[in-house]
């Protein structure tokens, strides 16, 4: 199944850092990265806020653990967001893209 995994950085730099890696190793096809992101959330019990840099990552489910394990390796959080959606629909040559870009 493919997914998209959203994950949250501290700023660029942090989202590229690990984009790169992402893509080097070939867990990800494709690193979207969104500037300026407000986010408000609980952390230690009082609300809080952060500009943020959101990344959209597209891969395969298969893969997410291993994605997952990157990401915390290279992630300055304490609890990086990362959160994984599957793909329920998609154009075909796209998704076929995907496949071919990550580890098979």
């Given at each position: 199944?493919?997914?998209?995994?959203?994950?949250?950085?501290?700023?660029?730099?942090?989202?590229?850092?690990?984009?790169?890696?992402?893509?080097?190793?070939?867990?990800?096809?494709?690193?979207?990265?969104?500037?300026?992101?407000?986010?408000l959330f609980w952390?230690?019990?009082?609300?809080?806020?952060?500009?943020?840099?959101?990344?959209?990552?597209?891969?395969?489910?298969?893969?997410?653990?291993?994605?997952q394990n990157a990401?915390?390796?290279?992630?300055?959080?304490?609890?990086?967001?990362?959160?994984?959606?599957?793909?329920?629909?998609?154009?075909?040559?796209?998704?076929?893209?995907?496949?071919?870009?990550?580890?098979?």
């Amino acid at each position: 199944m493919h997914i998209m995994i959203f994950v949250t950085a501290k700023d660029v730099g942090e989202a590229e850092k690990i984009a790169r890696h992402l893509l080097d190793n070939k867990l990800a096809a494709c690193v979207n990265i969104i500037n300026q992101v407000k986010s408000l959330f609980w952390w230690e019990g009082k609300l809080d806020n952060a500009a943020e840099v959101l990344m959209i990552i597209k891969s395969r489910e298969d893969l997410f653990d291993r994605l997952q394990n990157a990401v915390k390796s290279l992630h300055s959080y304490d609890v990086p967001e990362i959160i994984a959606l599957p793909i329920v629909k998609g154009d075909k040559d796209y998704l076929n893209w995907i496949d071919k870009s990550v580890l098979t």
